[in-house]
């Protein structure tokens, strides 16, 4: 279960949440009926119950057929293509995966490649791969989009070259548009196994179609309990009665989010106490920012982890400008880590720990989170939990993750912006295309040297 908590949010902003929660309710409406602007996006509302057990199915099949020995898979992708999955497997992941000897792997390691054109990183990658045994899966719906397109060309050849085209296709996966494409012509030429991007599911609402459950899968996440608990999630809401629906999380959520934008909020920060959701927050960050800021609207999404950013950030967002809100993301403590992680039992005050011993470090964690938001509402700052009656794992993560993408887009619709499209998003790569000479685009490039 997800709760959200208003306690410091603030009087005056709770007031005008309550007043929104009728219009967050409409506005659900319209998108779970498909009339809402973007419609024809809105195949990620329903594919966990109504296709995600086919792909799992399909996945399975393809990992009992595999014969090509492998120790690391490579993601290429930019945006939605890998950030999801990033986020997921960063999560559930050993902090120090690479680093444990590889019997002691509970995962395969993701390597990201495509998200960047920095050449210093790609020409680390490049020397990484010649000491392990790689399979790639680049992930795109048109095949053309640059950075993954680069990267891509680049590894392909790496492969072709270390195992021969024969091997190298037994090796590559496309997951891409089921149809057309610059990326799926290559694919079938090439021999290569392919997964499909769904037509009606938009890049950041894709983290659980194939284009991140089939890498998820195959470095070995459990990837039927994230997609099993987002379908819950999803009918948690799509089958509740109205009499109930306004007191949903996310109507809360998304009603919360329209009186902070209505009273001068200009940007939401995501804080966060456990240090392996730094990359989830970095999903959170694209799914809000490319679904509202459209048309001047939209608050610009940041990240706060706690208690790291509490001795550099914090002071900006206990005494800066007054023009956020907060909203701190909090899960079960685990059991398992209760026992040995605790403060020692010294008997001895000589590091003025005395009043901390024999407390979990989970305990101090959590008081620290709760200190934080009771400080920066106090501070002006309106503060907002959401808490998950659960510990930091695949269900709650499954949970979370359909929490975001309907609440972003009831959020989105509230601001009255189509929460599926990305036009601004276009408007470098015109100018990059006209700075590197693709024909067609050549005055725009001049114009942008000129400037």
């Known amino acids: 279960m997800i709760t959200i908590g208003t306690r410091n949010f603030g009087l005056e902003l709770n007031g005008a949440a309550s007043a929104n929660t009728q219009f967050a309710v409409e506005q659900f409406k319209e998108l779970k009926d498909a009339k809402c602007k973007g419609s024809e996006w809105t195949g990620w509302l329903r594919f966990a119950d109504s296709i995600g057990p086919k792909l799992l199915k399909d996945i399975e099949s393809y990992n009992s057929s595999m014969k090509s020995s492998f120790d690391v898979i490579v993601v290429i992708g930019i945006g939605g293509s890998y950030l999801g999955t990033r986020a997921i497997s960063e ?6 995966l690479l680093a444990q000897p590889a019997a002691q792997r509970k995962f395969k390691p993701i390597i990201y490649v495509g998200h960047h054109l920095c050449s210093d990183a790609t020409s680390d990658l490049m020397d990484f791969l010649d000491n392990v045994n790689p399979i790639v899966n680049v992930i795109s719906k048109s095949g053309t989009t640059t950075e993954p397109s680069v990267a891509f060309r680049l590894v392909r050849d790496y492969m072709n070259r270390r195992y021969g085209e024969g091997e190298a296709a037994k090796r590559i996966i496309a997951t891409t548009d089921p149809e057309s494409g610059a990326l799926r012509k290559l694919a079938v030429a090439s021999g290569y196994q392919t997964f499909p991007v769904p037509r009606d599911v938009g890049g950041r609402y894709s983290v659980l179609t194939a284009v991140g459950m089939v ?33 949903h999380a996310v109507i809360q959520y998304a009603s ?24 989830f927050a970095e999903w959170w960050k694209q799914l809000f920012g490319e679904s509202e800021g459209k048309n001047g609207k939209g608050m610009f999404p940041a990240s706060l982890a706690l208690t790291t950013d509490l001795h550099s950030l914090g ?46 470090i989970a305990a101090v964690n959590d008081a620290a989170r709760l200190a934080t938001s009771f400080a920066h509402s106090q501070g002006g700052m309106p503060c907002l939990s959401i808490s998950v009656d659960e510990e930091l794992n695949a269900k709650s993560l499954g949970a979370l993750i359909a929490f975001y993408e309907t609440s972003c887009a009831v959020s989105a619709l509230m601001l009255g912006v189509n929460p599926f499209d990305q036009p601004g998003v276009e408007a470098y790569k015109k100018y990059l295309f006209g700075l590197m000479g693709r024909k067609g685009y050549e005055a725009d490039g001049q114009k942008v040297t000129q400037g």
């Open 256 to 279: 919360c989010r329209k009186a902070a934008v209505d009273h001068g909020k200009v940007t939401e920060l995501l804080a966060y106490t456990e240090p392996k959701l730094r990359n």
């Open 215 to 247: 890498p998820l899968a195959i470095a070995g996440y459990p990837v039927n309990e994230i997609m099993q608990s987002a379908q819950k999630y999803f009918a948690s809401i799509l089958q509740c009665d109205d009499a109930a629906l306004g007191q």
């Open 91 to 96: 999560a559930l992941a050993n902090e120090y």
């Open 315 to 360: 002071q900006y967002a206990q005494d800066g400008m007054r023009t956020m809100m907060e909203s701190f993301l909090s899960f079960k403590a685990p059991a398992r880590h209760a026992a040995k992680m605790k403060v020692p039992v010294l008997n001895d005050d000589s590091d003025q720990l005395l009043y901390l011993e024999g407390k979990t």
